[in-house]
């Protein structure tokens, strides 16, 4: 059986810790695209706002 990280495809153990994905970071790539999606958000890549940093006159 051939399981293939649903993230960026490379062949994943089963018996992997981090199952179905090849690693914790393509479980979060993963999650973070699912959450985005079902969320619609836009403005993930943004952070940590900085409240402070706009206040410039
Ligand atoms: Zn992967």
Known sequence: MDMRCPSCERRVDPKAETFPFCCTRCRQVDLYRWLSG???LE???D???????GAEP
């Not at 952070?47 to 940093?53: I, L, R, T, V």
Request: charged letters at 40%; zero cysteines; aromatic letters at 0%.
């Open 43 to 45: 403005h993930l890549d």
């Open 47 to 53: 952070p940590d706002p900085d409240p402070e940093s």
């Open 38 to 40: 079902d969320m619609g």
